[in-house]
């Protein structure tokens, strides 16, 4: 990869793909946080480490081209999950690598997400997850474009589980043991709302207790 963080090497993409169930189907990317859509500070991350930003979403196209991105959809509407997104995002992208997040983590700043590009080009690897020190975020995922016909394999075998698709290649992991709390990411009304509330002083929680990464957005 040569220099861990060439920006121009990597095309970032927000996941924002998902039904958000447990949202009760609002589409979590353009709820409000701090007065701002969630999406934005995805996207604010990804421009410290990637040269061309895409958004990936299935619904509300309009309201996400409207923030300046291109957004790309997944191949069919049966909202396959993640990885359905980071495909389209590697046949979008020109780029060798392709940065993913989740639309829903408003605390990962890019800062933190330099640490993966780093971690792969040591490791030598082909991918490149977040991991707190105690469970894996596999949506937070650096990935090498030329893995693309491996992943719509996957999918067309009926594979969904990202963790699966990981195994199958060698995985770097970025260390996030010492700010696990910037991983945290929302899945229902309550989370956000705490969050909210403990980014304003309100609470002493750093996150959303209960929050996963596994499910994506």
Excluded at 63 to 71: F, I, M, R
Excluded at 96 to 121: I, K, N, S
Aim: charged residues 25%; contains cysteine.
């Amino acid at each position: 990869m040569g220099t861990p963080w060439q920006r121009d090497a990597i095309t970032g993409v927000v996941l924002a793909g998902g039904r958000a169930e447990r949202m009760g189907g609002r589409d979590k990317g353009l709820l409000l946080f701090r007065g701002r859509p969630l999406v934005t500070y995805s996207l604010e991350a990804l421009k410290a480490v990637a040269g061309r930003i895409l958004i990936n979403a299935n619904r509300h196209r309009a309201a996400y081209a409207a923030l300046g991105y291109p957004v790309v959809a997944d191949r069919d509407q049966g909202f396959a999950g993640p990885l359905a997104g980071l495909l389209s995002a590697m046949r979008a992208a020109q780029s060798p690598y392709v940065l993913a997040v989740p639309c829903d983590a408003p605390l990962l700043e890019g800062r933190w997400l330099e640490r993966l590009p780093a971690a792969l080009a040591a490791a030598h690897a082909e991918l490149c997850a977040a991991h707190d020190g105690h469970r894996l975020h596999p949506v937070v995922l650096l990935a090498e474009r030329r893995l693309a016909d491996d992943l719509e394999a996957y999918l067309d075998d009926g594979g969904r589980k990202v963790e699966r698709w990981l195994a199958r290649h060698k995985l770097a992991l970025a260390d996030f043991r010492d700010h696990p709390e910037v991983l945290a990411n929302i899945n229902t009304p309550e989370q956000l709302a705490q969050l909210e509330r403990a980014q304003s002083g309100e609470a002493g929680a750093s996150g959303p207790e209960g929050s996963t990464s596994e499910r994506g957005p």
